[in-house]
């Protein structure tokens, strides 16, 4: 109840404040899309401001939250006043005519219409019901905001996974938000639903900006819902759908302030670009591209004083990333000697290899394009694509593997699985021809206005997969990125609509409404049947999320490891005092939530084993034999070994130790301090805690599970050491 009378009065301030600073007719009624695009900037600011204050003092928590709520909405109140009280009353009536009418005109559109209904439909279903499930929302997304909580601040925490500390934090202040009043993950996902519906109003009007038909925006809109990707992740805790949204509203509004002569949209443009950059890095990546897309719209319309809004956007930039994003990266400068994270971190994500490596990824990220995710038509023609990449790398003499941090292991996706989905078929049967014909376009058509437009989109598509190409390692996972620059590319698509019903239109229909209804209820991990089985095989719905959520294998079979630990701790007395020593790869939100439920638990370092007091602690828990840390105590430069490498490339002691660390280098093998190659950087360490390391501090063990699985993600042993002292 306590969040609702939070989100009200979140809304209820911003819509005030919105009106306020919106242009308004005559009769003081707000218009245009600023209102809405105002409003949900200014929650979204909002939340991040009072987290961000709060966090200055260590004062997170419902009490302190909700006072802020009522001093913005007192602040609202009096603006709102001052204003006149204008009010912006949503012309929904009026579109929808519109968008029917519309329609009505072209039955292939009606049916993809329809399609679309149903999948809004059915993302609200499963983002109402589903808990958070993915690997990295446990161990990084979500987990971060279940440490702030207990915590009651922003600051960098003890954990073993450096994504928790290091990444830009915006999105996770919003988890927080709700963890702090729910004590549990539920309608978390419908962030990413808000922020693609945000990615679609945007596209909507910037196209209506230009006089494109309502026929030409619905199907850029329709088409760009049903690509695979964008349908994975708005029932997830993936972030490039939000981003996408966050950067539209910047373009949005910017070209609107042009229009309007308004320096308030130019606040609030810059405003939503900064908002983005602390959400996640892509969204600083794309600015080159997205910055030089504004300053073209910039310059045809005011031509000589077209430096003037632009400047007055940058300067706003700055203000708003200082105050609303700047957080994490300020503590990462404190705590690394470096904004962007740590020494490993950097070397990991970090972009290597020369102009050749490039090259070779940005050829990578084109044919990421032809993706299959929901058919297997690849498996006729995968071999062909594939061969074709490969070829074009070696008449340019670059090596498969180079500048790669992650392989896609020379294969064409297929799968539905979140973190590999692209865009589908209709990526390189319909984005990729409209790319190509847009650039082509642009080029021989100047002086036709629509064409320069979506000319200017997909060129900014191309600069972003240029900067893309150079800024980071190339990985698998970064198709998720590519995503987020399709989608902000999106008015590219207006160019491939077809008026007349022929063969290519049919086609297309189908593997539209094949995404829409079929595969948006058969998602890997998000089946509607195993849904459905498993709510009528338990109890309740809370029992049916949290086996849901502990589940292994298709059809919710099995049990995650962290659910026996969850379950073991939770058959202790509560105000049990626990030491947990995680991996990097474990599932640690699960565990740690139950401090909002009368146990004490902290995590350690494995690393830092040997400085911890832990006689006051009546429990231990390590969850591998060897545990795996990004996080380390030092740089490369401060760390001495003792242990020795053989030629095999083992690493091994003289004796044995119950308590040792090894450390692997960037690139495999691993690190000691007499054969360490100049430029080598230190990527993990890698621990051994024997049962024999806490007998002296008077711990036995209790109980030992192993888990055994062909994928090292749900590996586990888990070891429960019990203080003698209980036993007594």
Not at 112 to 130: C, E, K, P, R
Not at 285 to 310: G, V
Not at 642 to 664: L, M, Q, T
């Amino acid at each position: 109840m306590l969040f609702f009378i939070s989100l009200i009065m979140v809304v209820i301030s911003s819509y005030m404040i919105s009106c306020a600073m919106s242009p308004k007719t005559e009769k003081n009624r707000c218009y245009g899309p600023a209102p809405l695009l105002y409003m949900l900037l200014t929650m979204f600011s909002q939340v991040v401001l009072t987290m961000e204050v709060l966090s200055l003092f260590k004062a997170i928590n419902e009490v302190n939250v909700l006072i802020f709520n009522i001093l913005f909405l007192i602040a609202g109140t009096v603006l709102w006043n001052k204003k006149s009280r204008p009010l912006y009353i949503p012309q929904i009536k009026t579109k929808f005519a519109q968008i029917w009418t519309a329609l009505k005109k072209d039955k292939i559109l009606m049916i993809m219409g329809f399609g679309f209904a149903f999948l809004m439909l059915t993302v609200i279903l499963l983002d109402l019901f589903m808990p958070v499930t993915g690997g990295d929302a446990l161990t990084y997304h979500l987990n971060r905001a279940s440490y702030w909580m207990h915590q009651g601040s922003l600051n960098h925490f003890t954990i073993s996974d450096d994504r928790n500390l290091v990444m830009p934090i915006n999105s996770e202040i919003l988890y927080l938000w709700n963890l702090l009043f729910f004590k549990n993950d539920i309608g978390l996902y419908f962030i990413s639903y808000i922020g693609y519906l945000a990615s679609i109003f945007c596209i909507y009007n910037i196209l209506e900006y230009f006089h494109f038909s309502r026929r030409r925006i619905l199907w850029s809109i329709f088409i760009l819902s049903s690509f695979a990707s964008v349908i994975v992740e708005l029932s997830s805790l993936e972030t490039d759908v939000l981003i996408a949204g966050l950067v539209l509203s910047s373009i949005t509004l910017f070209l609107y302030s042009i229009k309007e002569k308004n320096t308030v949209m130019i606040f609030y443009s810059s405003l939503s670009y900064a908002l983005a950059m602390g959400t996640k890095s892509p969204a600083v990546i794309a600015f080159p591209a997205a910055f030089l897309l504004i300053s073209y719209f910039a310059y045809k319309a005011d031509k000589k004083e077209f430096y003037k809004p632009l400047m007055a956007y940058l300067l706003f930039l700055i203000i708003n990333f200082i105050i609303f994003s700047s957080y994490n990266y300020v503590l990462n400068y404190i705590d690394y000697g470096n904004a962007l994270g740590s020494e490993s971190a950097r070397a990991v994500h970090g972009f290597r290899g020369g102009f050749k490596a490039f090259i070779a990824n940005f050829i990578k990220y084109i044919f990421m394009l032809f993706d299959f995710s929901g058919f297997r038509y690849s498996e006729y023609v995968g071999e062909h694509i594939l061969n074709a990449r490969e070829s074009l790398l070696s008449f340019l003499h670059i090596p498969m593997d180079l500048g790669v941090e992650m392989s896609d292991n020379n294969e064409i996706n297929n799968k539905l699985l979140n973190v590999k989905t692209g865009v589908g078929i209709l990526g390189f049967l319909i984005f990729f021809p409209s790319l190509i014909i847009s650039l082509f376009l642009g080029a021989v058509k100047k002086h036709s206005k629509k064409i320069q437009v979506v000319s200017a989109f997909g060129v900014m598509f191309i600069i972003n997969l240029i900067c893309l190409s150079f800024s980071i390692a190339y990985m698998v996972f970064s198709v998720r990125f590519v995503t987020f620059l399709i989608v902000i590319s999106a008015p590219i698509l207006a160019i491939s609509y077809i008026k007349k019903t022929n063969i290519i239109k049919l086609l297309i229909l189908f593997f539209v409404m094949s995404y829409f209804v079929i595969i948006s209820v058969n998602l890997s991990g998000r089946n509607f049947y195993d849904i459905f089985m498993t709510i009528l095989k338990t109890p309740s719905l809370t029992h049916a999320r949290e086996h849901i959520r502990c589940a292994l294998y298709v059809g919710y079979e099995g049990k995650n490891a962290y659910c026996y630990i969850r379950d073991y701790i939770q058959g202790l007395p509560k105000g049990s005092k626990i030491a947990l020593l995680p991996d990097a790869m474990d599932n640690t939100y699960i565990v740690d939530m139950l401090n909002s439920h009368g146990y004490k638990i902290d995590t350690l370092l494995p690393e830092n084993a040997a400085n911890y007091q832990y006689s006051d602690y009546d429990y231990i828990f390590t969850t591998k034999q060897l545990l795996i840390s990004t996080v380390l105590l030092k740089e490369t430069k401060d760390i001495k070994t003792e242990y020795i490498v053989d030629k095999n490339g083992s690493a091994h002691f003289p004796e044995y130790r119950p308590f040792s660390c090894i450390y692997e280098k960037h690139g495999g093998g691993f690190y000691t301090s007499d054969n360490s190659a100049k430029g080598d950087v230190i990527m993990d360490s890698r621990c051994y805690i024997d049962y024999k390391f806490f007998e002296p501090k008077g711990f036995s063990v209790e109980r030992v599970y192993e888990f055994q699985s062909s994928n090292i993600r749900y590996q586990a042993y888990v070891t429960i050491y019990k203080n003698n002292k209980l036993k007594n």
